[in-house]
């Protein structure tokens, strides 16, 4: 008999291998250590009839603002605290910031000044993207350096004007990052090509956002996509697309990858479940993210691109804005605020609308919710997966608790969803994160300042 500090009993475990049967699962000192067997422990979670999933993990959240933003201007309603409650409560364990610098701040400086901020306040576990704006000597020199800081990411946005300015220092960024043992995560849409698109759309008298979508259009985000392919087939670097909206944009990465260029895919909950036509609603301005809403057709590839492995983790960009901020009615297409609040719902709504309704298995539902960006981010085998050694980050999850979504109901500050009314079956009850329960019976338990800024090594092909 062994004893342990947890035991969560008679759980259907599910890995990136699918489920691998019953068992119980003893826990001490934050990580698991024995599967199966016979184990006592002083806290007992009862899990039968239950899936046991690893902490799902979100490589791509806004919990911060730019340095530089006005202080006029609406601010995201999450902060690390209220983001780690949602994250939790919605089976998600860790989770990815993208961190934009201030002025002349460099990605080392980017890293120190946003973990003092996080530190004190997340619950979830934490890992920080430090976005490149201007590409000086002094940001070259330390692309080499973030590795052994535990750092194992650079964000590159191809849609800031900045992009196209300094086009060959990027490539030099991503040339030592892809050197030194780092992923370049690249927003793939095309400035110029949208500038133009809105430019038209002005003339003709059409600044509503009820145009949003022909504002960027589908080609912008295929040549920004052509792009970045390139600049992997060129460096010889891994790149990861961010948030990927359309088919045609899929397309350009499947051919790549069929060809050994190392181009890993994003997709997000949005381009999911919703398409273009939403923008003709009253409150059409609420759906608004970078890139837009698509067509019936791009939301079935980007569902077969999950089924085949073409994309290989799903998150959220989770973007979280009150709702009379999104519907501000001096919003027009040059003047608007991108993104949705996701953390609660991405798991549930990924089970119910892909597991439940027979497109993916549960072994690929755990691969593109946490085994992936684990590898990818440098997490694996410490998180992603249930293995004796791992970090106890667990979820025990109804596969048969229905719920009504409702934005008022959930953890995040922002108070609507764009899923608002949607009856949604498979939800989380416990949430451990490192061992400790941080989510039960209804209610997020973990203290703000209980989650780590955890250490990343270099990033792994899939």
Same mark, same amino acid.
């Given at each position: 008999?062994?004893?342990?500090?947890?035991?969560?009993?008679?759980?259907?475990? !599910?890995?990136?291998?699918?489920?691998?049967?019953?068992?119980? $699962?003893?826990?001490?000192?934050?990580?698991?250590?024995?599967?199966?067997?016979?184990?006592?422990?002083?806290?007992?979670?009862?899990?039968?009839?239950? +899936?046991?999933?690893?902490?799902?993990?979100?490589?791509?959240?806004?919990? #911060?603002?730019?340095?530089?933003?006005?202080?006029?201007?609406?601010?995201?309603?999450?902060?690390?605290?209220?983001?780690?409650?949602?994250?939790?409560? @919605?089976?998600?364990?860790?989770?990815?910031?993208?961190?934009?610098?201030?002025? /002349?701040?460099?990605?080392?400086?980017?890293?120190?000044?946003?973990?003092? !901020?996080?530190?004190?306040?997340?619950?979830?576990?934490?890992?920080?993207h430090p976005v490149l704006e201007e590409i000086t000597p002094q940001v070259l020199d330390e692309i080499p350096e973030l590795l052994s800081t535990g750092c194992n990411t650079i964000k590159i946005f191809m849609v800031a004007p900045s992009f196209d300015a300094q086009a060959h220092t990027y490539v030099e960024a991503i040339r030592r990052a892809g050197a030194n043992g780092l992923?370049? *995560?690249?927003?793939?849409?095309?400035?110029?090509? $949208?500038?133009?698109?809105?430019?038209?759309?002005?003339?003709? /008298?059409?600044?509503?956002?009820?145009?949003?979508?022909?504002?960027?259009?589908?080609?912008?985000?295929?040549?920004?996509?052509?792009?970045?392919?390139?600049?992997?087939?060129?460096? @010889?670097?891994?790149?990861?697309? %961010?948030? *990927?909206? #359309?088919?045609? #944009?899929?397309? %350009?990465?499947?051919?790549?990858?069929?060809?050994?260029? =190392?181009?890993?895919?994003?997709?997000?909950?949005?381009?999911?479940?919703?398409?273009?036509?939403?923008?003709?609603?009253?409150?059409?301005?609420?759906?608004? /993210?970078?890139?837009? *809403?698509?067509?019936?057709?791009?939301?079935?590839?980007?569902?077969? @691109?999950?089924?085949?492995?073409?994309?290989?983790?799903?998150?959220?960009?989770?973007?979280?804005?009150?709702?009379?901020?999104?519907?501000?009615?001096?919003?027009?297409?040059?003047?608007?605020? =991108?993104?949705?609040?996701? +953390?609660?719902?991405?798991?549930?709504?990924?089970? #119910?609308?892909?597991?439940?309704?027979?497109?993916?298995?549960?072994?690929?539902?755990?691969?593109?919710?946490?085994?992936?960006?684990?590898?990818?981010?440098? +997490?694996?085998?410490?998180?992603?997966?249930?293995? !004796?050694?791992?970090?106890?980050?667990?979820?025990?999850?109804?596969?048969?608790?229905?719920?009504?979504?409702?934005?008022?109901?959930?953890?995040?500050?922002?108070?609507?969803?764009?899923?608002?009314?949607?009856?949604?079956?498979?939800?989380? *009850?416990?949430?451990?994160?490192?061992?400790?329960?941080?989510?039960?019976? &209804?209610?997020?338990?973990?203290?703000? /300042?209980?989650?780590?800024?955890?250490?990343? &090594?270099?990033?792994?092909?899939?």
């Amino acid at each position: 008999m062994t004893n342990v500090d947890i035991v969560i009993r008679q759980g259907e475990i !599910v890995t990136s291998a699918g489920s691998v049967g019953r068992a119980d $699962i003893g826990i001490s000192n934050g990580m698991i250590v024995q599967i199966g067997g016979e184990l006592e422990g002083r806290t007992e979670l009862d899990a039968a009839g239950k +899936l046991v999933l690893p902490g799902g993990i979100d490589p791509h959240v806004h919990l #911060s603002l730019p340095p530089q933003s006005s202080d006029s201007y609406p601010k995201w309603v999450d902060d690390f605290t209220s983001g780690s409650a949602a994250a939790l409560a @919605g089976g998600i364990t860790t989770i990815g910031n993208m961190t934009f610098p201030a002025p /002349g701040e460099t990605p080392l400086g980017s890293l120190k000044r946003e973990a003092d !901020v996080a530190t004190p306040q997340t619950i979830a576990d934490l890992f920080i993207h430090p976005v490149l704006e201007e590409i000086t000597p002094q940001v070259l020199d330390e692309i080499p350096e973030l590795l052994s800081t535990g750092c194992n990411t650079i964000k590159i946005f191809m849609v800031a004007p900045s992009f196209d300015a300094q086009a060959h220092t990027y490539v030099e960024a991503i040339r030592r990052a892809g050197a030194n043992g780092l992923l370049t *995560l690249i927003h793939c849409e095309d400035y110029g090509l $949208i500038e133009d698109a809105v430019a038209g759309l002005l003339a003709e /008298g059409k600044s509503s956002l009820r145009y949003y979508p022909e504002s960027r259009p589908i080609i912008s985000e295929v040549v920004a996509t052509q792009r970045a392919v390139a600049l992997a087939e060129a460096t @010889g670097a891994p790149v990861y697309i %961010v948030h *990927l909206s #359309s088919a045609r #944009s899929l397309e %350009v990465c499947a051919e790549a990858q069929s060809r050994g260029v =190392p181009v890993y895919v994003e997709t997000r909950p949005l381009y999911l479940y919703l398409t273009s036509e939403r923008f003709d609603e009253a409150d059409g301005a609420k759906y608004v /993210g970078q890139p837009p *809403l698509r067509e019936k057709e791009d939301v079935a590839a980007l569902w077969a @691109g999950i089924q085949q492995g073409v994309i290989h983790v799903l998150g959220t960009d989770h973007a979280p804005w009150s709702l009379a901020a999104k519907l501000d009615p001096s919003h027009t297409l040059t003047n608007l605020r =991108p993104g949705v609040a996701d +953390l609660e719902t991405m798991l549930p709504m990924f089970y #119910s609308e892909g597991v439940r309704s027979g497109r993916i298995s549960l072994g690929r539902f755990v691969e593109v919710t946490s085994t992936n960006a684990a590898k990818l981010f440098g +997490l694996y085998p410490r998180k992603g997966t249930i293995a !004796v050694g791992s970090d106890a980050d667990l979820v025990i999850f109804d596969p048969n608790l229905t719920k009504t979504i409702g934005g008022s109901k959930f953890r995040t500050n922002s108070d609507y969803s764009p899923y608002e009314g949607w009856e949604v079956v498979g939800w989380p *009850l416990v949430t451990l994160r490192r061992g400790e329960i941080v989510f039960r019976n &209804d209610e997020v338990v973990g203290q703000p /300042g209980s989650g780590l800024i955890v250490s990343r &090594d270099a990033t792994m092909s899939l």
